[in-house]
């Protein structure tokens, strides 16, 4: 199983995180997958940007939750881009072969009816691949599975999880998203946020569903390395 290589909030190591700009570059770079966060303005439109409050990446302050849409927009991340709408990403990727992993900002505001809202606009578009929701909260993907059943569920966690199989069959899921590798999982999980070339080589070795990682074209060598080693032992 090749492992598949997600741009984590895009390619922040050229671009601004979660920038039109960065995710434009990674699907023209022919990306595998691409990852974003996602919250809700004070009229519920659906942003692309990581944190609840717009003071780190942006030169505005505050919530996200405290401004409408067009007051957000009035703020610029560093390349003088606006804070992307939901729709603007999904426009970008609509019928690319790219895999989506949509995160619900939700473990420290969980945003009333995000997930209906959040879905109810992914499902105009289409993508190639089932869409990818994951989240730390878990009521936020229990909610998403009542509303949808076109798409895929993975649970973030920094924690490691006892008996992983029997946990994915409980709540649903069909992958984890892990801060650390976790053996005997390998197909189901995905790791983040994977940078140091060390750790690449590392998790490529396992051959784990998907690796989460602020430069993709790096990522992808050092897979392609770690491949082309094991098939010349095969060869042997």
């Known amino acids: 199983m090749k492992t598949v290589i997600y741009g984590h ?4 190591d050229l671009y601004p995180e979660n920038s039109l700009q960065g995710f434009r570059y990674a699907l023209h770079n022919h990306i ?3 990852e974003f966060d996602v919250h809700l303005t004070k009229d519920n439109v659906p942003v692309v940007i990581h944190d609840e409050r717009i003071d780190r990446t942006t030169d505005g302050r505050g919530y996200v939750k405290d401004y409408t ?5 009035r703020f610029s991340l560093s390349n003088y881009e606006p804070i992307p709408k939901l729709q603007e ?3 970008l990727v609509e019928g690319r072969d790219v895999y989506v992993n949509l995160e ?3 473990n420290k505001i969980h945003y009333k009816n995000i997930e209906e809202i959040v879905i109810k606009m992914v499902d105009e578009y289409e993508l190639l691949h089932p869409i990818i929701y994951s989240s730390f909260n878990l009521s936020s993907i229990k909610i998403a599975q009542t509303i949808t059943h076109d798409a895929k569920f993975a649970f973030l966690t920094g924690n490691r999880i006892d008996n992983p199989r ?3 069959v409980a709540n649903h899921l069909d992958a984890l998203h892990l801060r650390f ?4 999982i390998e197909d189901v999980e995905r790791i983040w946020t994977v940078n140091g ?3 690449l080589r590392f998790i490529m070795k396992r051959n784990v569903a998907g690796v989460f990682t602020n430069n993709f074209e790096r990522a992808i060598k050092i897979r392609n390395e770690v491949e082309r080693k094991k098939g010349n032992k095969k060869d042997k």
């Open 104 to 106: 619900f900002k939700t």
């Open 181 to 184: 590798y976790q053996p005997d």
């Open 69 to 73: 849409y067009e007051e957000l927009s």
């Open 89 to 91: 990403v999904l426009e």
């Open 166 to 168: 029997e946990f994915m």
């Open 9 to 12: 909030r895009g390619v922040p």
């Open 32 to 34: 595998e997958g691409l």
């Open 197 to 199: 070339n060390l750790r």
